[in-house]
């Protein structure tokens, strides 16, 4: 398993933002296609946002398309994720995870919280 540490979480107003960062310990990051999914309080785990390889295609959930971006830096094997304009439901626990595992990776002891509230 691709082990990562996410960063870059905390406590914004709505309409603020944050950025939020995934150093992945793996040597084949730049063949991995990356995703950020997030798991609101009572609820289950929802993807948020891919990207490929290479970092050429960037898919995005439709809740943050036009607000989140999602990037990566495969020289320091680190993804991204820019957050702007934030919403209260944007409130959840953040995670980075390979894309072909975001349904069945187990979370536990990873993520990065982010609260959105006035």
């Known amino acids: 398993e691709v082990q990562v540490r996410e960063s870059g979480g905390g406590e914004v107003q709505p309409g603020g933002s944050l950025r939020l960062s995934c150093v992945a310990s793996?040597?084949?990051?730049?063949?991995?296609?990356m995703s950020w999914v997030r798991q609101a309080p009572g609820k289950g785990v929802e993807w948020v946002a891919s990207i490929v390889g290479n970092g050429t295609s960037r898919y995005y959930t439709h809740d943050v398309l036009g607000r989140f971006t999602i990037s990566r830096d495969n020289a320091v094997n680190t993804l991204s994720l820019q957050m702007d304009n934030l919403k209260t439901e944007d409130t959840a626990l953040y995670y980075c995870t390979p894309t072909f595992e975001w349904q069945t990776r187990d979370y536990r002891g990873q993520g990065t919280q982010v609260t959105v509230s006035s």
């Open positions: 793996t040597s084949t990051f730049d063949s991995l296609h």
